[in-house]
């Protein structure tokens, strides 16, 4: 069992970019959790997606920012046109269920540094 | 916000010594996690509580949870090296909220 899987482990963007960061969840999970860790702070909920739907996107800047989980392959936060304010280590966790009695499992996250 | 805050903010014992951490909370829970975060890694699982128990062992850890308090505690036994981290408290909802963490350093 891989455990969840993120990618790229570092990925370094100019301003005005795109940045992807791709969440491959653990086998048999089909709830995906986005989190942003700024430097000094703690983890920020971003997205809750189920294969194909956003379950609860309250976390996410109402700009620039979205993501999916296709019925097939891993699941995608998109950033356009990034800023430095973007430069964070983003996490995903996925689960088997809603999470109430399991937990999660977390990824490695994608540090993600705006030049 | 249902957001668990930990205190303290830091932490640094000798190693052998015990560490406490605590968690407060905001509203009503159904269950209650602890995560540990090593630097520049993912987050750990440590341990779940329910909101119907008051104490939970694993190994060194020992959680404790009072729901009229709002609050919770982590206690490391008997600590080593290897346990300097952040640790964080989440509470349930339609997602988990985090605190900032404590971050604990554990001298040799």
């Known amino acids: 069992n891989a455990g969840v899987m993120q990618n790229p482990r570092h990925l370094v963007r100019r301003r005005g970019q795109e940045a992807r960061l791709r969440c491959s969840p653990m086998k048999g999970h089909s709830h995906v959790y986005w989190y942003r860790q700024l430097p000094e702070e703690g983890l920020k909920f971003m997205v809750y997606?189920?294969?194909?739907?956003?379950?609860?996107e309250s976390g996410m800047p109402k700009e620039r920012f979205s993501a999916e989980f296709p019925k097939e392959g891993p699941s995608i936060l998109r950033i356009q046109q990034v800023v430095r304010g973007d430069s964070a280590a983003y996490f995903c966790a996925s689960s088997p269920s809603g999470g109430y009695s399991y937990g999660y499992t977390f990824g490695s996250g994608t540090r993600l540094t705006v030049v | 916000s249902q957001q668990g805050e930990e205190d303290p903010q830091a932490l640094s014992i000798q190693e052998g010594e015990n560490a406490t951490m605590n968690c407060s909370y905001k509203t009503s829970i159904n269950n209650l996690q602890w995560y540990r975060q090593n630097s520049g890694r993912g987050l750990v699982h440590l341990i779940l509580i329910r909101s119907n128990e008051r104490e939970k062992h694993s190994g060194r850890l020992r959680v404790t949870l009072d729901t009229s308090k709002k609050s919770s505690s982590l206690l490391i036994t008997a600590s080593r090296a290897a346990d300097t981290a952040s640790y964080f408290c989440a509470t349930d909802g339609n997602q988990f909220y985090f605190g900032t963490g404590t971050s604990l350093t554990v001298i040799p």
């Open positions: 997606l189920q294969k194909e739907n956003i379950i609860d």
